[in-house]
T-cell receptor, first 110, second 117 residues
């Protein structure tokens, strides 16, 4: 039962360009969405979040867009840097639990 | 910056043995969680814990699993009789959400890799 889906397992972007990571969800009851970044041998690190009452949230180089009618959210990173290379997880909050997608591995090349 | 710490980083155990995974959440946080990630799969919710009791648990969290906050700082996950399929990375997390401000991001530890042989 995959309520949060990240259909692209990997993405490669050149340094300085925009990285766009996508996420779809099925449960219209989700009211809070988060993006986490994960490096190997480390736990997920919170990156940015958005409430369902908003359609955009920006924090420095990171912007999350939410399209509720399409049940779709995306994370934009601009400009991308080599240090952004990591696995990015989309998550949605229902009650106490976070439902995670399978992650997208981002590689930013110099 | 305060962080969630987990010990050990790697635990190897034989099938049928009991294991206890330990976590020290961020000190002023009130909500505690265990998640796991089987190799190549997504991060899955196991259990949440608040006010010394389980607030929510997933289907994965069956009778073989238990959680405890034995003192003011530690939060443990016990697996009574491990199975091969319990092999995974187990992540502890905590959050500071209180009252109606429930949307507080989770802070994760670096995980314990459990290998059941």
């Amino acid at each position: 039962d995959q309520q949060v889906k990240q259909n692209s397992p990997s993405l490669s972007v050149q340094e300085g360009r925009i990285s766009i990571l996508n996420c779809d969800y099925t449960n219209s009851m989700f009211d809070y969405f988060l993006w986490y970044k994960k490096y190997p041998a480390e736990g997920p690190t919170f990156l940015i979040s958005i409430s369902s009452i908003k359609d955009k949230n920006e924090d420095g180089r990171f912007t999350v867009f939410l399209n509720k009618s399409a049940k779709h959210l995306s994370l934009h990173i601009v400009p991308s840097q080599p240090g952004d290379s990591a696995v990015y997880f989309c998550a949605a909050n229902s009650g106490y639990a976070l439902n995670f997608g399978k992650g997208t591995s981002l590689l930013v090349t110099p | 910056e305060p962080e969630v710490t987990q010990t050990p980083s790697h635990q190897v155990t034989q099938m049928g043995q009991e294991v206890i995974l330990r976590c020290v959440p961020i000190s002023n946080h009130l909500y505690f969680y265990w998640y796991r990630q089987i190799l190549g799969q997504k991060v899955e919710f196991l259990v949440s814990f608040y006010n010394n009791e389980i607030s929510e648990k997933s289907e994965i969290f069956d009778d073989q699993f238990s959680v405890e906050r034995p003192d003011g700082s530690n939060f443990t996950l016990k697996i009574r009789s491990t199975k091969l399929e319990d092999s995974a990375m187990y992540f502890c997390a905590s959050s500071g959400r209180t009252g109606t401000s429930y949307n507080s991001p989770l802070h994760f530890g670096n995980g314990t890799r459990l290998t059941v042989t």
